[in-house]
């Protein structure tokens, strides 16, 4: 539905439901899907525009196209940044990193509001790239994490800004060790051990972010027992930012195709993330990611091993990665059911 509003009556946030084209130049002045505000109100009245037409959707339809416009908005500049610093220090050019944090205080808002947040994150892929991905996801997810932990917006925000930036040292990696398909020999493996200690070189040096964030990266590879890189911390010596970037991390890499190994589904994940969490992993930073982002896995729809597609209807509390799967009118209890698996979630 769309209404036709004279630019007086056009409130702030209103969405527009047809380009704007200049009359005299058939130039499109502001395409459809447009969110107006006073700036782009001013803009339409210096071109003479008197009249548009507007997406007539209810209060809690509005809101979530404002949401979902805000927050891919934000989404891409970070993006935007990561893959600039990424090229520009591969390229060996002077990097910078932004000192305007706006885009991560709204990305952290949103993702802390935004229930759909994990569809969100699989339909925001711009860059099929492992690289890229994987800091966005993990800042994503780890504002979602620090929202869940009950943590302050501005710790939030700090979550989000270690969790894009954790990998960055991988740069300073060579790619055939980085992006090596097969098994890596004890050589590479101490090189790609040195990938948190370059994150938090570069970030150090070319940023203002403060010790939380600094530390969340240099530590992400920590391990509470000790037997974790790069320095074999312990226990207390490692940071909740540094725990929190950590699960979400290992969390991520899981349901993320990689070179050497295709994705793998979020109860796997979940099942590796629960037995990490007796030595490697904060047990409670797990229970509260598990408890909270198995929700929203209900309702969607499921690639399974034998080629057919189903519904998550159920997931007990418990027993998480083990899910009832709909397929047409029978229903699947992974808790009994071992000679078929869930290979993803689709949208
Ligand atoms: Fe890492």
């Not at 590796?272 to 209900?298: A, G, K, M, T, W």
């Not at 509390?317 to 699947?332: H, L, M, S």
Request: aromatic content about 8%.
């Amino acid at each position: 539905m769309a209404r036709k509003l004279s630019l007086y009556e056009v409130e702030d946030g209103m969405i527009l439901a047809e380009d704007v084209v200049d009359e005299v130049t058939g130039n499109v002045l502001m395409p459809k899907d447009s969110v107006l505000d006073f700036a782009s109100k001013n803009r339409l009245e210096n071109y003479h525009v008197h009249s548009v037409l507007i997406v007539d959707t209810n209060d809690e339809e509005k809101d979530s196209i404002l949401m979902n416009a805000v927050l891919t908005e934000s989404y891409n500049a970070i993006e935007e940044e990561l893959v600039g610093i990424y090229e520009d220090l591969k390229s060996g050019k002077e990097i910078y990193f932004s000192e305007d944090d706006n885009k991560f205080e709204i990305l952290s808002r949103e993702a802390a509001e935004e229930n759909d947040i994990l569809s969100q994150l699989y339909l925001l892929k711009n860059k099929d790239d492992y690289t890229y991905n994987h800091g966005m996801g993990v800042g994503v997810l780890a504002a979602k994490l620090g929202g869940w932990l009950n943590l302050s917006a501005n710790d939030i925000k700090k979550l989000s800004i270690a969790g894009t930036f954790h990998d960055i040292g991988k740069v300073k990696i060579d790619d055939s060790i980085v992006f090596k398909r097969g098994p890596l020999t004890d050589e590479e493996y101490e090189e790609i051990k040195k990938h948190p200690q370059h994150s938090y070189d570069i970030v150090k040096e070319y940023s203002d972010y403060d010790q939380d964030i600094l530390d969340a990266i240099h530590h992400h590879h920590e391990r509470l027992d000790g037997s974790g890189y790069p320095h074999g911390l312990k226990g207390d010596e490692i940071s909740m930012f540094a725990r929190i970037i950590g699960v979400c991390d290992v969390y991520h890499a899981i349901i993320s195709n990689r070179v050497y190994k295709p994705k793998d589904s979020p109860f796997k994940a979940a099942r590796i993330l629960r037995e990490s969490s007796f030595q490697h992993l904060d047990p409670y930073v797990v229970r509260v990611f598990l408890d909270n982002i198995s929700r929203f896995y209900v309702g969607n729809k499921v690639l399974l091993s034998d080629g057919r597609k189903g519904t998550i209807v159920y997931i007990d509390q418990v027993d998480r990665d083990a899910p009832v799967v709909k397929v047409g009118e029978e229903f699947i209890d992974f808790k009994v059911r071992r000679d078929i698996k869930i290979l993803e979630i689709t949208i």
